[in-house]
């Protein structure tokens, strides 16, 4: 039905009124929340009471021409109008359900010319809180501030114009929600507790990619790595990290049991379906034991939107689990930064690649990184990448130190030079001052600073964990890599880490039970195997250490530091042809790619050959191998620290005196 101007623009049903024009749902006169699609496809039924609207009639209407996921976005809107107006598809009162056909509204609907505003309800409706009350003095400071400060910033250089529509856009967005935060606080206050349950931890399950292109994956799981990040800076919220996550990929498993193994409260997850530049994400917070629709939304917007709407959806989620914000982490959200679109895509790519952790995947990071820093030479998160992507190699052991670190630390000093609260920076420089700096307390300090930034980096606490172990701070490191255990409980990085720290305090028991968990989880995962084999040598069972460590070689063929243990082991077990060999074929291998002295220290020292061995140990100083931080609290180094060598080259590298 096509409306006139002198149409109605408002509907009453029950103790509800419509707002057309102003997109408002009222009930007893307080504004409750419905918007997007879901209004649309009220507004429709509303027009229509009485009469079936058809599923094709509302998707001509409401939904773009390339439909994937038309059947779910459509439920899932559905259910949304269902919740706000306390209705069921099983007894409905106002929205009914024709199988296979579409929709009917059933109640009766008088339309009106206008909805009168709060201050001319009813006495009785009057005594009702008002749903936003006006902004505090301390908000009003805060949004003004931020207004200021972004009105009064030097300016570096002319930036295009869609930059600030998009911080504008987000910054008018972040206030409301403020307003609704307080108004929330307020209204549990004068009402009671809402009977929504509390969430105190929550899953960002991987989005699915609708467009039938596997080109736009990076898209779908940059969104989700964003949610995560946004989420996590929350402190009283736990949030499984990335990689476990990232687990159930495609899967069909039900929801509760995905919230059992992760142990949350809740998830949000979703769909999005680009067609050229117009991209639809579809989202929903459930609470998990029960599968009930907390909230849901649909966004229809241009691609080059992407930030703006990743941060409206962060800041909607965050609204649904209300209370959890401390008033620093209220103004923390007031910032907004711009961003050029081109380069936020850029980076999300650049991010997708370095995410495969492959040396094929950290090079092409570092181009898409690279071209992010072209559109937009004042994109912080984009120096971050590139110093991740920079570095890596040399932690993987495809690079030599001395090459990718300096280039990792020039391109993290950029990023917090442009922006100090980026978390994933701080932790990478954390890590370069640790491994290749040797600066211990500074490298404390920068793990510090991004736990507090973002609590539910699980990185930024397993990386902590291996600074705290290898200064001889057992407890708190175990205490760090549970941390980061419990954020990613299905990383086999986070869980062997807790079997690394619990053999480099002694407690080979408890290391041998959490690394045959972790093999569990991912059976082809070499680092697990060298570990173990390294707890069942100091045990002195020596054939299973061998056993353990051939496995972790069949996985790893040409890993010059399997290898290396390896051959050590032959050596102390008194196979000293089998080490003698392993010997040969490091130097060979150190011919085609980059072998660490590290390696060959460790078949010296097990050859007895300390000589040779402290030889090795000199040229690795001079590289500033990163291996070389753990020789005061690794058992394989044993057969050396007696020797006053090595003592002396624990004091030149500032490690804590015995």
Same mark, same amino acid.
């Given at each position: 039905?096509?409306?006139?101007?002198?149409?109605?623009?408002?509907?009453?049903?029950?103790?509800?009124?419509?707002?057309?024009?102003?997109?408002?749902?009222?009930?007893?006169?307080?504004?409750?929340?419905?918007?997007?699609?879901?209004?649309?496809?009220?507004?429709?039924?509303?027009?229509?009471?009485?009469?079936?609207?058809?599923?094709?009639?509302?998707?001509?209407?409401?939904?773009?021409?390339?439909?994937?996921?038309?059947?779910?976005?459509?439920?899932?809107?559905?259910?949304?109008?269902?919740?706000?107006?306390?209705?069921?598809?099983?007894?409905?009162?106002?929205?009914?359900?024709?199988?296979?056909?579409?929709?009917?509204?059933?109640?009766?609907?008088?339309?009106?010319?206008?909805?009168?505003?709060?201050?001319?309800?009813?006495?009785?409706?009057?005594?009702?809180?008002?749903?936003?009350?006006?902004?505090?003095?301390?908000?009003?400071?805060?949004?003004?501030?931020?207004?200021?400060?972004?009105?009064?910033?030097?300016?570096?250089?002319?930036?295009?114009?869609?930059?600030?529509?998009?911080?504008?856009?987000?910054?008018?967005?972040?206030?409301?929600?403020?307003?609704?935060?307080?108004?929330?606080?307020?209204?549990?206050?004068?009402?009671?507790?809402?009977?929504?349950?509390?969430?105190?931890?929550?899953?960002?399950?991987?989005?699915?990619?609708?467009?039938?292109?596997?080109?736009?994956?990076?898209?779908?799981?940059?969104?989700?790595?964003?949610?995560?990040?946004?989420?996590?800076?929350?402190?009283?919220?736990?949030?499984?990290?990335?990689?476990?996550?990232?687990?159930?990929?495609?899967?069909?498993?039900?929801?509760?049991?995905?919230?059992?193994?992760?142990?949350?409260?809740?998830?949000?997850?979703?769909?999005?379906?680009?067609?050229?530049?117009?991209?639809?994400?579809?989202?929903?917070?459930?609470?998990?034991?029960?599968?009930?629709?907390?909230?849901?939304?649909?966004?229809?917007?241009?691609?080059?939107?992407?930030?703006?709407?990743?941060?409206?959806?962060?800041?909607?989620?965050?609204?649904?689990?209300?209370?959890?914000?401390?008033?620093?982490?209220?103004?923390?959200?007031?910032?907004?930064?711009?961003?050029?679109?081109?380069?936020?895509?850029?980076?999300?790519?650049?991010?997708?690649?370095?995410?495969?952790?492959?040396?094929?995947?950290?090079?092409?990071?570092?181009?898409?990184?690279?071209?992010?820093?072209?559109?937009?030479?004042?994109?912080?998160?984009?120096?971050?990448?590139?110093?991740?992507?920079?570095?890596?190699?040399?932690?993987?052991?495809?690079?030599?130190?001395?090459?990718?670190?300096?280039?990792?630390?020039?391109?993290?000093?950029?990023?917090?030079?442009?922006?100090?609260?980026?978390?994933?920076?701080?932790?990478?420089?954390?890590?370069?001052?640790?491994?290749?700096?040797?600066?211990?307390?500074?490298?404390?300090?920068?793990?510090?600073? &991004? +736990? #507090?930034?973002?609590?539910?980096? !699980?990185?930024?606490?397993?990386?902590? /964990?291996?600074? @705290?172990?290898? =200064? $001889? %701070?057992?407890?708190?490191?175990?205490?760090?890599?549970?941390?980061?255990?419990?954020?990613?409980?299905?990383?086999?990085?986070?869980?062997?880490?807790?079997?690394?720290?619990?053999?480099?305090?002694?407690?080979?028991?408890?290391?041998?039970?959490?690394?045959?968990?972790?093999?569990?989880?991912?059976?082809?995962?070499?680092?697990?195997?060298?570990?173990?084999?390294?707890?069942?040598?100091?045990?002195?069972?020596?054939?299973? &250490? +061998? #056993?353990?460590?051939?496995?972790? !070689?069949?996985?790893?063929?040409?890993? /010059?530091?399997? @290898?290396?243990? =390896? $051959? %050590?082991?032959?050596?102390?077990?008194?196979?000293?042809?089998?080490?003698?060999?392993?010997?040969?074929?490091?130097?060979?291998?150190?011919?085609?790619?980059?072998?660490?002295?590290?390696?060959?220290?460790?078949?010296?020292?097990?050859?007895?050959?300390?000589?040779?061995?402290?030889?090795?140990?000199?040229?690795?100083?001079?590289?500033?191998?990163?291996?070389?931080?753990?020789?005061?609290?690794?058992?394989?180094?044993?057969?050396?620290?007696?020797?006053?060598?090595?003592?002396?080259?624990?004091?030149?590298?500032?490690?804590?005196?015995?």
């Amino acid at each position: 039905m096509q409306q006139s101007a002198k149409d109605p623009r408002a509907f009453r049903f029950g103790v509800f009124e419509i707002n057309v024009d102003a997109s408002e749902v009222r009930k007893h006169g307080l504004r409750i929340g419905l918007n997007g699609q879901p209004f649309q496809i009220l507004v429709t039924l509303l027009e229509r009471a009485g009469d079936v609207v058809t599923r094709q009639e509302l998707q001509a209407k409401l939904w773009l021409e390339t439909t994937v996921d038309f059947d779910h976005s459509l439920n899932v809107a559905v259910h949304k109008i269902r919740e706000v107006l306390g209705d069921s598809a099983e007894s409905p009162r106002f929205v009914e359900t024709l199988p296979r056909l579409g929709y009917r509204f059933i109640a009766p609907v008088e339309q009106v010319i206008s909805i009168a505003p709060v201050s001319d309800l009813s006495s009785e409706d009057r005594k009702q809180p008002q749903a936003v009350p006006p902004l505090g003095t301390d908000q009003l400071d805060i949004a003004e501030g931020a207004l200021q400060r972004e009105k009064h910033r030097p300016q570096k250089q002319k930036f295009p114009w869609h930059y600030w529509v998009v911080s504008l856009g987000t910054l008018i967005a972040l206030v409301v929600w403020l307003i609704g935060f307080r108004a929330s606080k307020a209204r549990e206050s004068f009402l009671g507790s809402p009977t929504a349950p509390r969430i105190n931890s929550i899953a960002v399950l991987p989005f699915g990619n609708l467009s039938g292109d596997a080109e736009q994956e990076y898209f779908a799981d940059g969104l989700t790595d964003m949610l995560i990040s946004d989420l996590g800076q929350i402190g009283r919220l736990r949030v499984v990290s990335r990689t476990s996550a990232m687990a159930y990929k495609q899967t069909n498993k039900p929801l509760p049991e995905i919230a059992r193994a992760l142990n949350v409260d809740a998830v949000v997850e979703g769909t999005i379906l680009r067609s050229g530049d117009r991209v639809r994400i579809t989202a929903s917070l459930l609470y998990a034991s029960t599968d009930q629709h907390l909230w849901s939304r649909i966004y229809e917007e241009d691609i080059h939107d992407a930030f703006r709407v990743q941060r409206e959806m962060a800041l909607a989620i965050v609204n649904e689990i209300r209370g959890q914000l401390s008033p620093t982490e209220e103004q923390r959200w007031l910032r907004i930064p711009s961003v050029d679109s081109e380069a936020h895509l850029a980076y999300l790519k650049g991010r997708f690649w370095w995410n495969k952790r492959t040396e094929e995947g950290f090079s092409k990071a570092v181009e898409y990184f690279l071209q992010a820093i072209e559109k937009d030479p004042n994109y912080g998160p984009a120096y971050a990448g590139l110093a991740d992507a920079y570095l890596m190699p040399a932690v993987r052991g495809f690079a030599p130190p001395h090459e990718s670190y300096p280039r990792a630390l020039t391109m993290v000093t950029k990023a917090l030079e442009v922006d100090d609260t980026l978390a994933d920076a701080h932790t990478t420089l954390g890590y370069i001052k640790k491994n290749y700096d040797w600066d211990w307390s500074g490298a404390e300090k920068e793990f510090q600073r &991004a +736990i #507090a930034l973002n609590p539910g980096y !699980a990185l930024a606490h397993q990386w902590y /964990a291996h600074l @705290l172990s290898i =200064l $001889g %701070r057992g407890n708190e490191a175990l205490a760090e890599a549970k941390q980061a255990q419990a954020l990613d409980p299905l990383s086999t990085s986070t869980n062997r880490d807790v079997g690394l720290v619990l053999y480099r305090i002694g407690d080979y028991d408890q290391a041998i039970v959490e690394l045959r968990n972790t093999i569990e989880i991912d059976p082809n995962f070499a680092l697990t195997y060298i570990t173990l084999s390294n707890v069942y040598f100091a045990k002195g069972m020596y054939p299973e &250490a +061998i #056993a353990e460590r051939e496995k972790a !070689a069949a996985f790893s063929s040409d890993s /010059a530091s399997i @290898l290396a243990g =390896l $051959g %050590r082991m032959y050596a102390l077990s008194g196979n000293k042809a089998e080490a003698l060999k392993t010997l040969d074929a490091l130097t060979e291998l150190s011919k085609s790619k980059y072998v660490s002295p590290m390696d060959f220290v460790l078949v010296y020292a097990g050859l007895g050959d300390k000589e040779k061995a402290f030889l090795r140990l000199e040229r690795a100083y001079e590289e500033r191998s990163d291996a070389l931080g753990r020789i005061k609290v690794d058992p394989v180094f044993d057969s050396l620290r007696s020797d006053p060598r090595l003592q002396d080259l624990v004091r030149r590298m500032g490690l804590p005196q015995s």
